[in-house]
């Protein structure tokens, strides 16, 4: 992973309490279950580690979200705007949450994923992620449940 990205065209901040609104929409279009806007004050209330991408003044076009405790890192939710999905905002954000993660000398940092969801798959693979596991019956889905797919990204000791 490139500890610095150079051609970053967001800007990464903090997600506030006042965000939430702009957020949750984001979430609603992007996925077929999507969070609540309550849960995403939760997170923020418990004091998670969530972030917001924003370009052109304070546009949010994506944010994610990781919890940390004892060394481990487990990434809650990335989400990209469909509209500015596949122009590298996912990638950046992800990252983002890797150099926190490098900074907290968190030594492994989990996440979960739908089997059928290539294109997270595909950005957690580029980014060094690699499959340890199933959840069985882990997510709702149109015809009942879908497994999850475990993922972990290892830091590199020196
Ligand atoms: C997964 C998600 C966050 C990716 O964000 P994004 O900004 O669209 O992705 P990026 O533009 O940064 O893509 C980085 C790389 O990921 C891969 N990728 C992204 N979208 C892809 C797609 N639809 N199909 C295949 N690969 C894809 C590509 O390798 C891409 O690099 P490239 O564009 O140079 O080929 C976004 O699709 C999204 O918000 N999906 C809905 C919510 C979700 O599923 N979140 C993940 C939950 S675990």
Excluded at 19 to 48: H, K, N, Q, S
Excluded at 80 to 102: K, N, S, Y
Excluded at 128 to 152: C, K, Q, S, T
Aim: charged content about 20%; glycine content about 8%; some cysteine.
């Amino acid at each position: 992973m490139n500890a610095v990205v150079l051609d970053a065209e967001w800007q990464i901040r903090p997600m506030h309490p006042s965000d939430i609104p702009r957020v949750a929409a984001i979430d609603r279009a992007a996925y077929e279950f999507p969070w609540t806007a309550g849960i995403f004050d939760d997170c923020l209330r418990v004091g998670y580690s969530s972030w917001v991408a924003v370009s052109m003044g304070d546009r949010i076009d994506g944010y994610a979200m990781m919890s940390m405790a004892a060394g481990e890192g487990h990434i809650l939710n990335v989400c990209v705007d469909p509209g500015r999905q596949r122009t590298g905002c996912g990638r950046q954000l992800v990252e983002h949450l890797l150099e926190i993660a490098v900074t907290a000398e968190l030594t492994i940092v989990f996440l979960e994923v739908r089997p059928t969801n290539t294109a997270a798959l595909t950005l957690y693979r580029k980014l060094g992620f690699r499959e340890i596991g199933r959840r069985p019956n882990y997510y709702p889905a149109a015809g009942g449940r879908e497994d999850a797919v475990m993922l972990a990204w290892e830091r590199t000791l020196s």
